[in-house]
């Protein structure tokens, strides 16, 4: 055999064309010696398998190609589900909640133990509603004071359910104290003592009188009986520091001005701002608001940790710990101000821009404009700077804001987290314009409000002159209020329901047959044009592959509809209801808690 059908015969076996060739040659081959002019012929194949033998190997080496890029798919996907699914678990665990109550049990106290009693049961019910895998276990420290024998100083119930806790309450016997000062530190301490177990942990104080003691009360010295206790503060300071250290969160719930100084006093004790917070409850009726309160936001805070340190630590996205240890980043001088522009040289960028087609995949575009960026960001959300800029337009410099992720090791900050997040927006926005030219499908009255998201570029800015980029998005100045209307992982704002967003986002699961939702909207409420102005949202898609890491697939989809009840725009819309949506009936308790109490701890904005 020649070397031709050699190599041939090497690179074929799939291709019977080229078989059939080599066995032609073969046979021209053989035929040669008697057949002169069958040279020219046999010329002809040779050449012909020249071809097919390229093209054969070009074939055979793309579907190598195509065997490793399948593997590799498999390979992230793989590895993706299962961070996904880590992820689902601990947000599960962060609905796991532990609740204490620590309560003056002394003279006036009697209708807050009565109203705890009376209303356990409505809030365990109302909060499972609300969370889908919620799970409590209640307990109740009651405390008196020194002038009662040790039996009756305090009524202590360790963790259990809700019956038994119940049971337990209606037999908690309000007593005189004596003098107006308490045991409130004998209080703490029994709470500390507790068997505190699951994710998250919460003590609700309410009490209408101090502790003893000079440090914790301004009362005249006949109040408090033992005026000396606790002189140097270390029995507080060292209570609120075991709260801390067992991750209770401490809410007091305040009644009087009585308790002011007691409870600065325990706010001196941690250097850890948020570890108590205080509430004017100011009537016994504010007692459930206060509750579930406290709860939701307990569960928020753990569950916006638990997605921040997943966003951010690809490596590993459930240790809190190693993100601030691993993850590098640059130290940053902050300047609110807007700088002044004309100290500031224009730079010649490129801009990456993507349009999307019906089928909802985007196509790049660039361009090259003239920008400014401030030296020093302005802000920072979770994972990102902000800094104000200005953009060329002809011969008008329009307000834009460049935001950059924070990270300066390759994996936290790549052009393609950047492209993703255009990806995603640009996807949303043209989801968007469709949804609003949408009719409804049924006579209503509901106001359906216009749904936009800002345009969000990328731009190149180089640095030096070796080639090097540095990546911002870039995006219109928006003035107004910012409001956050859902997360991505079911997360609704009960306090500003947004109906028309939480429509949209079941509308684009139907839109796109089930293969992706638009969630974590937030932005801006025009009112006036009866419009939403959005930005940074999340696209939960059965393709794993585009959108970025909070594209959670079908368990992010999964979770929108646990907690999506439908409002009157998804009816008229006619949306199909989902599986996984919670019953009618189970959700409708929200307008018990409409009245809320008199707060003044800060609103936590959900940053991004
Ligand atoms: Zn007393
Ligand atoms: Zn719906």
């Known amino acids: 055999m020649d070397k031709t059908s050699v190599t041939i015969a090497s690179a074929v076996n799939t291709l019977s064309d080229v078989a059939a060739l080599r066995r032609q040659l073969d046979a021209i081959e053989r035929n040669e010696k008697n057949n002169i002019s069958g040279n020219i012929s046999l010329e002809n194949i040779k050449k012909q398998c020249d071809v097919l033998q390229k093209e054969t190997v070009a074939k055979l080496s793309a579907t190598t190609q195509q065997q490793i890029e399948a593997q590799d798919h498999l390979h992230f996907v793989v590895k993706r589900t299962k961070e996904i699914n880590e992820l689902i678990k601990s947000l599960n665990d962060a609905e796991s909640v532990d609740v204490c109550f620590l309560m003056d049990c002394t003279n006036s106290m009697q209708k807050y133990i009565q109203e705890v009693k009376d209303r356990i049961f409505e809030t365990v019910k109302l909060l499972k509603s609300r969370f889908s895998f919620f799970n409590i276990r209640l307990a109740f420290v009651g405390y008196r004071d020194f002038n009662l024998t040790p039996d009756k100083q305090f009524s202590i119930l360790d963790f259990t359910d809700e019956k038994e806790f119940y049971s337990f309450v209606s037999t908690v016997k309000c007593e005189y ?175 990456v821009k993507y349009e999307c087609n019906s089928d909802l995949n985007c196509e790049e575009m660039m361009q090259s404009k003239n ?97 090097k980029f540095r990546y911002y998005t870039m995006e219109r100045f928006i003035e107004g209020a910012y409001k956050k209307f859902s997360n991505n992982i079911g997360y609704v704002n009960h306090q500003d329901p947004a109906l028309t967003l939480q429509a949209f986002s079941h509308w684009t699961y139907e839109r796109t047959n089930g293969e992706m939702i638009v969630v974590d909207l937030q932005g801006i409420d025009i009112g006036d044009h009866q419009t939403y102005l959005l930005t940074d949202p999340c696209i939960h898609a059965t393709d794993l592959k585009r959108f970025g890491r909070t594209n959670l697939g079908k368990a992010g989809i999964k979770r929108f509809f646990q907690t999506h009840v439908c409002n009157i725009i998804c009816q008229t819309f006619k949306l199909k209801r989902n599986e996984h949506q919670p019953d009618r009936a189970s959700s409708k308790c929200d307008s018990h808690i409409c009245e809320k109490p008199n707060s003044s701890m800060a609103t936590e904005a959900s940053k991004k």
């Open 371 to 467: 920008i400014k960026i401030a030296d020093s960001p302005f802000a920072e959300g979770a994972l990102r700077l902000a800094y104000y800029g200005l953009l060329q337009y002809k011969d008008i410099w329009g307000k834009v804001v460049f935001k950059e992720y924070k990270g300066v090791t390759g994996g936290d900050n790549t052009k393609e987290m950047y492209l993703e997040m255009l990806d995603c927006q640009t996807v949303a926005d043209y989801l968007a314009q469709e949804f609003n030219k949408v009719s409804p499908a049924t006579n209503s009255t509901a106001m359906i409000k216009k749904i936009k998201f800002i345009m969000t570029k990328l731009v190149f800015v180089p640095q030096g002159n070796e080639g």
């Open 177 to 351: 104290g004596g003098d107006v000062c308490e045991d409130v530190l004998g209080g703490l301490q029994k709470t500390i003592g507790l068997s505190w177990k699951q994710t998250v942990r919460i003590l609700i104080h309410v009490s209408d009188c101090p502790s003893h003691g000079r440090r914790y009360h301004n009362l005249p010295e006949d109040q408090d009986f033992y005026l000396s206790h606790d002189a140097d503060g270390s029995i507080g300071t060292n209570c609120i520091q075991q709260l801390v250290e067992l991750r209770v969160r401490y809410f007091f719930g305040r009644l009087t001005n009585l308790t002011d100084k007691m409870i600065q006093q325990f706010a001196k004790s941690t250097s850890d701002k948020t570890a108590i917070q205080q509430f004017h409850l100011e009537k016994f009726q504010n007692l459930l608001p206060f509750i579930f309160d406290s709860v939701t936001r307990s569960i928020s805070k753990k569950t916006s940790s638990i997605m921040k340190t997943y966003a951010v630590n690809s490596e590993n996205p459930l240790n809190t710990e190693s993100l601030a240890k691993n993850s590098v980043r640059r130290s940053i001088v902050f300047d609110g101000k807007e700088p002044t522009w004309t100290r500031i040289q224009p730079k010649q960028v490129q801009v």
